[in-house]
């Protein structure tokens, strides 16, 4: 059995959207995809965000991170913003790169 449960995980996730909102996960369907994007990130060489990680394994270390707010499941909406400052910062370290060869 998963401890936190599923519901606990979901209010935890949703604390943080104001009363009118539509909250950012609606399904368990929608936990399970982000504990199982995060563990895969921690497969890969990522930093886990929590402390006695050791010896636990990456999905039981995402769920905590989930749990513990350390680790935020973005919205539709927020994934576009999120893109568009990335390509932003992108080519603002392309503008910078060219500007320092001008030199």
């Known amino acids: 059995m998963l401890h936190p449960s599923y519901s606990d995980l979901m209010e935890v996730v949703n604390s943080e959207t104001e009363p009118g909102e539509q909250p950012v996960v609606q399904s368990r369907y929608s936990i ?6 995060r563990a895969r990130q921690l497969i890969g060489g990522a930093e886990p965000l929590i402390s006695k990680a050791y010896n636990k394994k990456p999905l039981s ?9 350390k680790v935020k499941i973005l919205g539709e909406n927020d994934t576009a913003d999120e ?18 060869e001008e030199e």
């Open 32 to 37: 399970v995809l982000a504990a199982a994007k």
């Open 61 to 69: 270390i995402a769920v905590e991170e989930l749990y513990s707010g």
């Open 83 to 100: 893109e568009e400052n990335t390509v932003s910062e992108e080519q603002q370290e392309e503008e910078t790169v060219e500007t320092q």
